[in-house]
């Protein structure tokens, strides 16, 4: 594994926490008595926290899938402009 990951992951995590945190805070300033209820924190925690989830961390994973192929690219000589010789 890649030790950049874990850096991509905490920053997804941490766009994900921020997000939730906003979105929830711009509901109780919209609809005070609603965010009161079971009901709608339990609608909230069921359809955006994991729509948030998988936007950010699709993101991450996304981010990995390019960063780790350019490096086995690098690693691996694929895709290079450089020839190899062949022996004679």
Known sequence: MFPGMILITLAALLLLVGTITFLWEVLKKISKDDVKGFRFFLTFVVVFVPLFMLIS????????????????????????????????
């Open 57 to 88: 961390f699709g993101g991450a994973a996304a981010i990995y899938n390019a960063t780790a192929s350019q490096l086995d690219m690098l690693h691996t000589g694929v895709g290079s402009t450089v020839t190899p010789q062949c022996p004679n």
